[in-house]
Structure formats: structure tokens, C-alpha cells
């Protein structure tokens, strides 16, 4: 078990934007000695001091992740990818004795099944919206022929973000129905369809922190999940995040935390599923209060990319999480900085859909190697509290071929800006995505529109 006075060595597993940001506030982290990301990305492989990206022949074989991690005497094992968890990597690297901050795979169950999650919530008396389930594609197209109000369609399983369908028209639902239901588009993950009334309001990313009795929720974020400007075309992982939100007042956390967080938690617990690591709630600021549209067991993705920024410069992620999986999470304090992050997922061209790759990345007025210079300057700025004139990128679909940056993935980089206030962040961020260039290169130039809106 790692103790203060030892140096620990980090397993962080997953290429996205996400790990890179999660990387980053590891690295900081006065016990960490090194973090190895697998795979990791071009991010993880280079910009930071500390931290390598390893080659590994197969991320899903876990008990050849655990040999990986005996063989490098890691003393934690960070998480970031929902497959994983959901497929109960947890229990494997605790087989093994090796701290692993995700939740097990009776808790991850939550994500993985969202016929679970619904009936979950019905029997916890946790707002959400109506719904029924469907095993019987017959007994799903009458349901749909019967209904009035707008619904949404959800694959009862992972099905890499494309598995939520929000019909225009009846005609649209069935052929929806008959894709995942009868040709099996998303495999098992179709089996069975959830339902549900469709509902009105701005949403949000509430990401909580949990030993599985105390919890730290962090600054609600708010995504931006279709492409196009707008909020048009069609769903994606997400385009980019701010925090904190301000439409999310401390009386409506308040309600957040009574209403769903904490009958979450402690139904988890009371059926057995303690919950460890870090839930992300998908949550509806509907009229008639918040409601939730989805669980992830698992850090969001661009959310935490702003929200690691956030969070104070003398909080230690990597005790934070041996705190939680030593269920001692009340003994850390988890401090948040004044003002905003903004961040911006810069694309490839075709993403969602079919994306372009092997595009050569161009950095101009930030340099490669940038990195070492951005730090001690970050280091100044959070002694003074203020934000100089400066962005973060982190790598999401890059790898390194030579010397230079490829793109490799739909979402390529998200690039993150600081600022006293969200018009500030913002203006970072866009500034930070104007130094990339590479063919093809799609942002939305909207992101933080709802909030800027809100205070013009
Ligand atoms: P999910 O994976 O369940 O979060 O769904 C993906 C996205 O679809 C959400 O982030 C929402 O933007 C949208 N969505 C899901 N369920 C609903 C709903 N009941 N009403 C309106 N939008 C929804
Ligand atoms: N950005 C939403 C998610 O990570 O699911």
C-alpha cells in the first residue's frame, strides 16, 4: 500500500482527452513519481515530464494489464474508459492487491444497463423521466404507434454514444426500433430498448467523487453534445464543456444532492453495489425540477478536461483517489478555484460519422515542447490566484509518427482556457484553438452560448 513518504507509480488506462487531462493532474501530485498511460495518445506520450504512453498488444486483456502492472510495481491504477469498467476491470487488479480507482461491476451496472438504471431509480424514488422497457420489437413499434408526446429511444446497452435516438417523427422511431432490435446494429446492446418521455430544459454534467459513504461533488459542467452550432445535427461524445455553470444555483445543487445524489449513493449501497470512483449524473434542469437522463461510471469526457484546471493546485488527485478506495475520503479536503474553465473539442472532419485520419497536426504559436515552458508559469499562477494569458491542450485521437503529430480519432485535441469570467475562458480557448491546424479541423464556435446568452 503506498504511503506519504513513498513514490507512486501510476497505471492511468485510455487514449482520450480525458486521461491526458487526468494525466496532467496526476503528474502534479508531490508523491506521484510516473504516470504510464495505455495506450495514451501523442499528449501523453511527449508534453508531459513524468509521464510516458506504453504500448500495450490489448487493452481489453486485463489480466494482462494486472502482469503489465506487477511488472512496473504500480501502486494505483486509474480508470478512464466505460468498456473497461463496466466490464469489471476493477476486480481484477484487486485480485491482484494493486489500488484501482473504478467502481466494480455490480456498481458500474448502473452505466452498463439503462433498463437497470431506470429501475433503479424508480424503486430509489429518484426523479427521471417516464419510461417503459421493451424486449419485443412488436410489443416496442405498438407502444411507439400508441404515444402522443415526444420519446427517446435508448439501446439498453454500451453502444459507444450512438445508442440514444430522439425521433422527429413515428416513421423515424420504427426504422430506429427495427435497427436496433431486429439488425442488431448495436449487437446484445439492443436487445432491449428503454422508452422514455422526452423532456425540455438545459442539461448538465454533475460528476461526484465517492469512497461509497462520503462524497465531493465538483463544478457541475455543462456539454454541448451535437456538432453543429445550434445545438444541431446529430449526438457526439461531447463538444465542449464549461464550469462552473451558472444556471446551476447552489439552491438547485442543494436540491441535486437531496433529491438525487444521496438516494443514489445509498441505493447503491443498500443493494449491495457500493459505488467507488467518480459518478458522472446526467441531469435535466426541467421546469418541475431536475431530473436524470443517464449515469456514467466513469469521468466525463470533455468534462473533466476542465474540470482538473478547476480544482485547487494543492489538491493531490492521486491521494484523493487512495483516499476513496481506502474509504477515507472525509479525512481529504478537495478545494475548487475562483472563475471559469471553458474548454473546446477541436474534431476531425467527418466526426461523429466516418472521420479522416493521418492528418499531420501544424502548432503555430504554440509551440511542441510548449509544455515545459506552460508549467512553471502555471505554477506562478496559482500562487497568485489569476489566470495569465494562457490555454491547456490536451491530446485526445493523436499519436506520434517520428516527430510529428498525426491525428488518429474523431475528437483530436480539447483545448482548455481559464478565466475570472466565462466570457474570459472562452475567449482562451478559442484563442489556444486557433494555434492547431490540420486538414479538415472542425470545432463549434458556440460552445458556453446558453450561459454568455444569460449574461449579455
Ligand atoms: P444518454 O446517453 O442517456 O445521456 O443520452 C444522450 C443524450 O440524449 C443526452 O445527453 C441528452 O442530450 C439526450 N437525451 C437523453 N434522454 C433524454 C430525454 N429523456 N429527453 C431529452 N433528451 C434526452
Ligand atoms: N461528455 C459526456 C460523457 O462523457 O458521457
Known amino acids: 500500500m503506498a504511503t506519504l513518504n513513498r513514490k507512486l507509480r501510476v497505471l492511468l488506462i485510455g487514449k482520450g ?53 506487477q511488472d512496473l510495481r504500480i501502486g494505483l491504477v486509474v480508470v478512464g474508459p466505460d468498456s473497461a469498467i463496466v466490464g469489471g476491470i476493477a476486480e481484477y487488479f484487486w485480485q491482484a492487491q494493486i489500488p484501482c480507482f ?5 456498481a458500474a451496472e448502473i452505466e452498463g444497463s439503462k433498463s437497470f438504471a431506470k429501475d433503479f431509480m424508480l424503486r430509489h424514488g ?22 402522443e408526446h415526444r420519446f427517446v429511444i435508448k439501446a439498453d446497452g454500451l453502444a459507444a454514444g450512438k445508442g440514444v435516438i430522439i425521433p422527429s417523427t413515428k416513421g423515424e422511431a420504427i426504422r430506429a426500433l427495427t435497427d436496433i432490435m431486429v439488425n442488431q446494429h448495436f449487437g446484445t446492446a439492443g436487445s432491449t430498448v428503454v422508452i422514455e418521455e422526452f423532456l425540455e430544459g438545459q442539461e448538465v454534467s454533475v460528476s461526484t467523487l465517492s469512497d461509497g459513504t462520503t462524497t465531493v ?7 454541448h453534445k451535437r456538432i453543429h452550432v445550434g445545438d444541431k445535427g446529430p449526438n457526439t461524445g461531447g463538444m465542449g464543456v464549461y464550469a462552473p455553470v451558472p444556471a446551476a444555483t447552489p439552491e438547485l445543487l442543494q436540491r441535486i444532492k437531496t433529491e438525487i445524489l444521496r438516494p443514489t449513493f445509498e441505493g447503491l449501497r443498500r443493494e449491495d453495489r457500493e459505488f467507488v470512483g467518480l459518478l458522472f449524473t446526467g441531469i435535466m434542469l426541467t421546469p418541475t425540477g431536475p431530473k436524470v437522463l443517464e449515469y456514467n461510471a466513469r469521468f466525463g469526457d470533455p468534462e473533466t478536461q476542465s474540470l482538473m484546471p478547476l480544482l485547487g493546485p494543492e489538491v493531490d488527485l492521486a491521494e484523493v483517489m487512495l483516499a476513496c478506495i481506502e474509504r477515507r475520503l472525509h479525512e481529504v479536503e478537495i478545494t475548487v478555484r475562483t472563475g471559469y ?11 461523429p460519422g ?6 499531420v497536426v501544424q502548432f503555430s504559436s504554440v509551440p ?9 508559469n502555471y505554477q506562478q499562477l496559482k500562487m497568485t490566484n489569476t489566470f495569465g494569458a494562457n490555454c491547456l491542450i490536451f491530446h485526445a485521437g493523436t499519436k506520434l509518427v517520428g516527430d510529428e503529430v498525426v491525428t488518429s480519432g474523431g475528437r483530436v485535441f480539447t483545448v482548455v482556457g481559464l478565466g475570472e469570467t466565462l466570457l474570459e475562458a472562452a475567449a482562451k480557448a478559442y484563442e489556444g484553438v486557433r494555434s492547431i491546424n490540420f486538414p479538415g479541423m472542425y470545432y463549434r464556435k458556440d460552445i458556453a452560448h446558453r450561459a454568455l446568452k444569460a449574461t449579455e
Open 17 to 69: 482527452g480525458r486521461e491526458h487531462a487526468l494525466a496532467w493532474k496526476l503528474r502534479q501530485s508531490p508523491r506521484v513519481e510516473h504516470v504510464f498511460v495505455v495506450p495514451g495518445n501523442a499528449g501523453t506520450a511527449r508534453d508531459l515530464m513524468n509521464v510516458s504512453s506504453i504500448n500495450h498488444p490489448a487493452t481489453d486483456n486485463y489480466d494482462l494489464l494486472v502482469k503489465t502492472a
Open 102 to 106: 473504478a467502481p466494480s461491476k455490480a
Open 126 to 147: 429518484i426523479p427521471t423521466a417516464e419510461y417503459k422497457t421493451f424486449t419485443d420489437f412488436h410489443a416496442a413499434r405498438a407502444y411507439v404507434e400508441s404515444i
Open 217 to 223: 461533488t465538483l463544478p457541475v459542467g455543462q456539454d
Open 341 to 351: 474553465a471553458c474548454n473546446v473539442v477541436v474534431a476531425a472532419e467527418g466526426y
Open 354 to 359: 466516418q472521420y479522416r485520419t493521418g492528418d
Open 368 to 376: 511542441t515542447g510548449w509544455w515545459s515552458r506552460l508549467q512553471p
